[in-house]
Antibody, heavy 122, light 110 residues
Framework: EVHLVESGGGLVKPGGSLRLSCAAS????????MNWVRQGPGKGLEWVSS????????YYADSVKGRFTISKDNAKNSLYLQMNSLRVEDTAVYYC???????????????WGQGTLVTVSS | NFMLTQPHSVSESPGKTVTISCTRS????????VQWYQQRPGSAPTTVIY?????PSGVPDRFSASIDISSNSASLTISGLKTEDEADYYC?????????FGGGTKLTVL
């Protein structure tokens, strides 16, 4: 069974940094691309970033480009999101989600974690 | 980039059928797969439709979807509505470098 567990969320001041982690199990992590998606309080889903299975190809939403860095450690079955220069508008639940196909990134999440809450406030 | 537009909310009675639309602003709806997610209050999204029309195992066949090239839209249809279907539903597609979500539709089953 596919299992994704996010961690690392919390309260941080504007301008601060936070590193989110997503522990994966139940599938061959190294064969799958991964995505981060967030949801602000009372808002819809917003794509944040995606990474190909080997980490070669990386994409970001314009809203986080230059501030967030996605990475993937296939040896540890883990996905990360380093978030710097955080803003109040980054406050959201952050979900990691597996991409649907093995071997290529197609921006189609299939399995989702339960999310971790990031609150940016002074 | 393109946008996906969904109605903000729909409501229907138990046992009835409801359809939620998702209109793509530019580019063909048929050029990239559309997926649909269900999100119940306080829970993470789950996939109810993938590859435009396919249901993952475990999703009841009351859920179906289609693509309409003439209106450049996708639709999610839920028949035999149950109170447990009350949730937010999101369509999603992509282009070369972006993943795009619709704004979400709140389904009320009353």
């Amino acid at each position: 069974e596919v299992h994704l567990v996010e961690s690392g969320g919390g309260l941080v001041k504007p301008g601060g940094s936070l590193r989110l982690s997503c522990a994966a199990s139940g599938f061959t992590f190294s064969s799958y691309s991964m995505n981060w998606v967030r949801q602000g309080p009372g808002k819809g889903l917003e794509w944040v970033s995606s990474i190909s299975s080997s980490g070669t190809y990386i994409y970001y939403a314009d809203s986080v480009k230059g501030r967030f860095t996605i990475s993937k450690d296939n040896a540890k079955n883990s996905l990360y999101l380093q978030m710097n220069s955080l803003r109040v508008e980054d406050t959201a639940v952050y979900y990691c989600a597996r991409d649907i196909y093995q071997g290529r990134l197609v921006f189609l999440p299939d399995y989702w974690g339960q999310g971790t809450l990031v609150t940016v406030s002074s | 980039n393109f946008m996906l537009t969904q109605p903000h909310s729909v409501s229907e009675s138990p046992g009835k059928t409801v359809t939620i639309s998702c209109t793509r602003s530019s580019g063909s709806i048929a050029s990239n797969y559309v997926q649909w997610y269900q999100q119940r209050p306080g829970s993470a999204p789950t996939t109810v439709i993938y590859e435009d029309t396919q249901r993952p195992s475990g999703v009841p066949d009351r859920f179906s979807a289609s693509i309409d090239i003439s209106s450049n839209s996708a639709s999610l249809t839920i028949s035999g509505l149950k109170t447990e279907d009350e949730a937010d539903y999101y369509c999603q597609s992509y282009d070369a470098n972006n993943l795009v979500f619709g704004g979400g539709t709140k389904l009320t089953v009353l």
